[in-house]
C-alpha cells in the first residue's frame, strides 16, 4: 500500500498544472484515488501509523490543496449561477455523446460541489408498491439530456419523480427552459426548493403531488427515470398520451422504463431503446 500512495504521492508533487482551472475533472480523480488509502479523514493515526508519518503528511497536504483548489473552483461557478451566467460554466464540463451505465463519475462529484443538493434531515419512508426508491439521474445523462432535447425558452421540462431535483436544476441553470420538479416525498420537494433558491433560481418550479394527478399542461418535454412501474407507469403514460392528442410532446426516459415506453405506439423513439442511455420519444401526428 506504502509503495503505490508513495509513487501517487511523487506524480501529484511534480505535477504542476494541476492548479489550472481547466483541471477540475482530474483534480476530482485524484481526490479519489488518494481517498482510497484513506486520506479523506483527517488525523487518522491508524492510517498514519499504516503509511508511515512522513507519506501520510505529504498525501494529506496534496489531498487539502486538491479540496481547496476545487471548493474555489465550485464557489466560481456557484456566483456565475446567482448572476444568470451559469450555462456557459456549467456547459463547459458537458461530455461528449455519453457512454452508458448508471455508476457515477466526477461529473456528478463537480455538479455536487456546485450545487450542494439539499439533503432530507432524516430517512424518508420506504417507497410504495409500484414506486421504485430514488436514485438521482448521473451527471453525465443530464448533459445528454440536454444536449438532444436542445430545450429552449419555449420549452417546459417536467421531471415525473424528480428526487432532489437533479434534473430540472442542471436543465434550468444551463437553458432557457422553464422546469418543473413533480415529487411525491415532500423531504424531497422541500430540499430541491431550498436548493434552487441557494442559487437564485427562479425558472425551476417544484411540486409535491403524485404524478398521477399532476397538472401535465403546462409541459412539452416530460423526463421519467423509471420513478414507478406496474400500473401507476400505466397510468402516467395514459395521461402523457391525453396530452399529446391535444399537442406534440417529448417523454424522455432513462432506466427499465424505456423499453415500456417504447411499446406505446403514440410515441416514436429516436434510436433503439437501450435502459442505460437516454432515449427521447416524440409523440406521432
Same mark, same amino acid.
Given at each position: 500500500?506504502?509503495?503505490?500512495?508513495?509513487?501517487?504521492?511523487?506524480?501529484?508533487?511534480?505535477?504542476?498544472?494541476?492548479?489550472?482551472?481547466?483541471?477540475?475533472?482530474?483534480?476530482?480523480?485524484?481526490?479519489? $484515488? &488518494? !481517498?482510497?488509502?484513506?486520506?479523506?479523514?483527517?488525523?487518522?493515526?491508524?492510517? @498514519?501509523? %499504516?503509511? =508511515? +508519518? #512522513?507519506?501520510?503528511?505529504?498525501?494529506?497536504?496534496?489531498?487539502? $490543496? &486538491? !479540496?481547496?483548489?476545487?471548493?474555489?473552483?465550485?464557489?466560481?461557478?456557484?456566483? @456565475?449561477? %446567482?448572476? =444568470? +451566467? #451559469?450555462?456557459?460554466?456549467?456547459?463547459?464540463?458537458?461530455?461528449?455523446?455519453?457512454?452508458?451505465?448508471?455508476?457515477?463519475?466526477?461529473?456528478?462529484?463537480?455538479?455536487?460541489?456546485?450545487?450542494?443538493?439539499?439533503?432530507?434531515?432524516?430517512?424518508?419512508?420506504?417507497?410504495?408498491?409500484?414506486?421504485?426508491?430514488?436514485?438521482?439521474?448521473?451527471?453525465?445523462?443530464?448533459?445528454?439530456?440536454?444536449?438532444?432535447?436542445?430545450?429552449?425558452?419555449?420549452?417546459?421540462?417536467?421531471?415525473?419523480?424528480?428526487?432532489?431535483?437533479?434534473?430540472?436544476?442542471?436543465?434550468?441553470?444551463?437553458?432557457?427552459?422553464?422546469?418543473?420538479?413533480?415529487?411525491?416525498?415532500?423531504?424531497?420537494?422541500?430540499?430541491?426548493?431550498?436548493?434552487?433558491?441557494?442559487?437564485?433560481?427562479?425558472?425551476?418550479?417544484?411540486?409535491?403531488?403524485?404524478?398521477?394527478?399532476?397538472?401535465?399542461?403546462?409541459?412539452?418535454?416530460?423526463?421519467?427515470?423509471?420513478?414507478?412501474?406496474?400500473?401507476?407507469?400505466?397510468?402516467?403514460?395514459?395521461?402523457?398520451?391525453?396530452?399529446?392528442?391535444?399537442?406534440?410532446?417529448?417523454?424522455?426516459?432513462?432506466?427499465?422504463?424505456?423499453?415500456?415506453?417504447?411499446?406505446?405506439?403514440?410515441?416514436?423513439?429516436?434510436?433503439?431503446?437501450?435502459?442505460?442511455?437516454?432515449?427521447?420519444?416524440?409523440?406521432?401526428?
Amino acid at each position: 500500500m506504502a509503495d503505490g500512495l508513495q509513487t501517487l504521492v511523487a506524480e501529484l508533487e511534480r505535477d504542476r498544472s494541476l492548479a489550472r482551472p481547466d483541471r477540475l475533472r482530474e483534480r476530482i480523480k485524484w481526490l479519489d $484515488r &488518494l !481517498e482510497a488509502y484513506g486520506l479523506d479523514r483527517p488525523g487518522d493515526n491508524a492510517a @498514519a501509523a %499504516r503509511i =508511515g +508519518a #512522513g507519506l501520510y503528511g505529504r498525501a494529506r497536504a496534496i489531498h487539502a $490543496r &486538491l !479540496e481547496s483548489l476545487n471548493e474555489a473552483a465550485y464557489a466560481e461557478i456557484r456566483r @456565475a449561477i %446567482r448572476r =444568470g +451566467a #451559469g450555462a456557459e460554466r456549467l456547459l463547459a464540463w458537458a461530455p461528449g455523446p455519453g457512454a452508458g451505465g448508471e455508476e457515477y463519475d466526477e461529473l456528478d462529484v463537480l455538479l455536487n460541489g456546485v450545487v450542494r443538493f439539499v439533503q432530507p434531515d432524516a430517512e424518508v419512508a420506504e417507497p410504495a408498491a409500484e414506486m421504485v426508491f430514488y436514485q438521482p439521474t448521473p451527471a453525465r445523462h443530464i448533459f445528454e439530456l440536454i444536449a438532444r432535447t436542445g430545450l429552449g425558452a419555449d420549452d417546459t421540462l417536467l421531471d415525473l419523480g424528480s428526487g432532489l431535483g437533479h434534473v430540472p436544476l442542471l436543465a434550468a441553470i444551463c437553458t432557457a427552459a422553464r422546469t418543473i420538479g413533480v415529487e411525491l416525498e415532500a423531504a424531497y420537494v422541500d430540499c430541491a426548493r431550498r436548493s434552487a433558491g441557494g442559487l437564485n433560481i427562479t425558472t425551476a418550479t417544484f411540486i409535491q403531488a403524485d404524478a398521477r394527478a399532476a397538472d401535465l399542461s403546462a409541459a412539452n418535454v416530460f423526463y421519467l427515470y423509471t420513478p414507478f412501474t406496474g400500473t401507476i407507469l400505466r397510468d402516467v403514460l395514459d395521461a402523457l398520451r391525453r396530452q399529446a392528442s391535444r399537442r406534440e410532446i417529448r417523454v424522455c426516459a432513462y432506466g427499465p422504463c424505456a423499453t415500456a415506453i417504447a411499446r406505446e405506439g403514440w410515441l416514436a423513439a429516436d434510436r433503439s431503446p437501450e435502459v442505460d442511455r437516454i432515449t427521447v420519444f416524440r409523440s406521432r401526428g
